[in-house]
């Protein structure tokens, strides 16, 4: 199942031309769907900081939901700071209270989380006594906002809302080159290969 997911990113990266390793859009910000030239993020969406971000209320299992918001430019949202862990949570509260997908998974290598964003996983807010893989298999993360406020691991086959997140129109402009996705794309391989 881990190798299966790895490729499945990998995957995403190849079809949809962004960067499992580096959350590279392979685009120019005139390419943005729904983005106009006074707008940082596409219609629908919030900004926080140098990201947009935005809530789907549709169920998914993981690896859907993040094709999902790779056909729309982003990933599954990462979290990297107490500010956009809050800013999360305010979103997904306005909609619902259920556990959403957010972008975290450790199906490369148990243990190892990673953002489906290619980014660190530098800050953590997990439940208490998680991530605890609880009958093997718990390989991707959701956000909790109602009882609890933290994440959780569980199995990538559940159904979630999710939230999508992408870096802004401002951002977009400063994304590396194809042929640096590309030497980004061959590292995750090389990693979920072994």
């Known amino acids: 199942m881990s ?43 919030h900004q926080n900081e140098h ?25 599954l949202v990462s979290v990297h700071s107490p500010g956009q862990q809050m800013f999360v949570q305010d979103l997904v509260r306005r909609h619902t209270y259920q556990p959403v997908w957010i972008g975290g998974y450790d199906a490369a290598l148990e243990g190892m989380w990673l953002w489906s964003d ?34 959780n691991d569980v199995s990538c086959g559940e159904l979630r809302f999710y939230v999508c997140s992408m870096e802004t129109r401002s951002s977009l402009a400063a994304l590396p080159s194809q042929k640096e996705a590309d030497e980004r794309g061959r590292i995750v391989l090389a990693h979920c290969l072994g």
């Open 3 to 45: 190798l299966l997911l790895c490729w499945a990113v990998m995957a995403l990266h190849l079809a949809t031309g962004v960067d499992a390793a580096s959350g590279v859009v392979n685009t120019t910000e005139e390419e943005v769907e729904g983005v106009d030239s006074q707008s940082p993020c596409p219609a629908g969406w």
């Open 51 to 75: 990201r947009c971000f935005s809530f789907y209320p549709v169920w998914a299992t993981w690896a859907t939901a993040e094709s999902y918001c790779s056909q729309h430019r982003g990933n």
């Open 118 to 151: 290619g980014s660190a996983v530098d800050d953590v807010y997990w439940e208490e006594d998680e991530p605890s893989n609880s009958g093997q298999g718990e390989n991707c993360m959701e956000l909790h906002t109602g009882g609890g406020q933290g994440w």
